[in-house]
């Protein structure tokens, strides 16, 4: 089975150039990763991404609109993911950075960055498809966030259009619960600062619903289904409005 997995490498603001190298294959802004090339199950790999832009010259402490330089940052990130036949979800986190040639602080001293989901990718369930979809399922799976992985089991009733499920054996969370909802036409967000601002990043005939546990505040969950017969769910479980860390924690997918 060949279903493309593609991530589209895009430029931020300010950018002159931009590179990742991942499985010895480096890549440029405007070109995509295929995620098809890592293997089934769970997997880790890493990669190492170069960007140089123009930011604002602050050396003479008079910085205006026109004094700009180039800054050149270097960062390697590692990725855990959870690939299907039909879909992929994935998480990152930094594991080093150097900006103009000099290692950040957090780096020197061998912390990380936090872990979070970034995407799911693959064969995303249509909605035509959807509405052929009768009876109910029940997908089993894994759930997974930076060191510990998990079992998930969803349950869907394609009559209702409703699901809801549960996670298991993440023991920093206790039993998870994730609460019935509806299954409808779904756009998934992510938070950028302490405001709430949010922005798309991904998209999918799926359900979005509330989620509790321990060391859960306020949480929510997203899935998209992937297959042409809903084969396949991925999604992820994100920490509340209430919490240190309000990110897309947890990876989740399972099969039917």
């Known amino acids: 089975m060949n279903v493309s ?17 991942l499985n010895g294959r480096t890549y440029s ?35 205006t609109a026109d004094a700009m330089r180039k800054q050149h940052t270097r960062d390697v990130t590692k990725v855990r993911m959870y690939h299907q ?30 872990f979070e989901i970034y995407t799911m990718l693959g064969q995303k369930t249509t909605e ?43 023991h920093n969370y206790g039993d998870i619960t994730l609460h019935k909802a509806a299954i409808g036409k779904q756009v998934f967000q992510e938070v950028h600062n302490s405001y709430g601002d949010r922005s798309p990043f991904a998209e999918g005939i799926g359900i979005q619903g509330k ?20 084969e396949e769910i991925a999604g992820y479980v994100e920490n509340g409005q209430d919490s240190p860390i309000r990110d897309r924690i947890i990876g989740l997918g399972g099969k039917r």
């Open 211 to 230: 989620a509790s546990g321990n060391n859960l505040r306020d949480a929510t969950y997203g899935l998209a289904f992937f297959g042409p017969q809903a």
């Open 85 to 114: 036949p039909y879909s992929v979800v994935f998480g990152v986190w930094q594991t080093d950075e150097w900006v103009d040639g000099k290692q950040v602080e957090w780096a020197k001293k061998g912390e990380t960055t936090h």
């Open 29 to 63: 802004a405007g070109e995509s990763v295929d995620f098809q090339q890592f293997p089934m199950g769970m997997s880790e790999s890493s990669y190492q991404s170069e960007e140089v832009k123009y930011v604002k010259d602050l050396s003479s402490g008079t910085a």
């Open 128 to 170: 035509r498809q959807m509405q052929t979809m009768v009876g109910k399922a029940v997908y089993q799976g894994v759930a997974f966030n930076q060191k510990q992985q998990g079992k998930l089991a969803y349950q869907v009733d394609f009559d209702k259009r409703e699901g809801s499920g549960s996670i298991t054996g993440l």
């Open 5 to 21: 997995k593609k991530l589209l490498l895009e430029k931020e603001d300010g950018d002159i150039s931009f590179t990742l190298t």
